[in-house]
């Protein structure tokens, strides 16, 4: 009813003494509709809205696919960290996960300080041994 009245209201604005009504025809206009105290929106902003939501629901579920990723790579990650941290600590608190995590940190921190000495060891053996081989 209020959408056939906001219609009624719009179309009776164009109305014209002397002129032709669009719906009946009759140049004769003693009650022309008027608007509504809370008019319905027109068309165009009605489009423009459900193109926005569209947007945004369209935005929404990105971000849900997003967040849904990083779900399942925290989720991969916390299992391969309980792995490497055995049965024991199958439930650590809070500040035991960070400790053990720290801990893992500088083991990590330190295997790649050492890596350079590593790998120059590696090429001396190996240079002694081509020696040693030809000197046989």
């Known amino acids: 009813r209020r959408l056939a009245a906001g219609h009624a209201a719009a179309l009776a604005a164009a109305?014209?003494?002397g002129a032709p009504c669009p719906v009946c025809g009759g140049t004769h206009h003693p009650a022309p509709a008027r608007p509504a105290e809370d008019?319905?929106?027109d068309l165009a902003a009605l489009d423009a809205?459900?193109?926005e939501a569209a947007r945004l629901l369209d935005a929404a579920r990105a971000a849900e696919a997003?967040?849904?990723?990083?779900?399942?790579l925290a989720e991969q990650a916390e299992a391969t960290l309980r792995e490497r941290l055995g049965e024991a600590?199958?439930?650590?608190?809070?500040?035991?996960a960070l400790q053990?995590?720290?801990a893992a940190l500088r083991e990590a921190e330190a295997a790649a300080r050492a890596l350079p000495a590593l790998r120059q060891a590696q090429a001396k053996a190996a240079?002694?041994?081509v020696a040693a081989r030809e000197a046989a």
């Open 127 to 129: 240079a002694q041994a």
């Open 89 to 96: 600590a199958a439930r650590p608190g809070p500040a035991e």
């Open 39 to 41: 008019p319905l929106p």
């Open 15 to 17: 109305l014209r003494p």
């Open 100 to 102: 053990a995590a720290r």
């Open 66 to 72: 997003e967040a849904g990723a990083a779900l399942r």
């Open 49 to 51: 809205a459900e193109a």
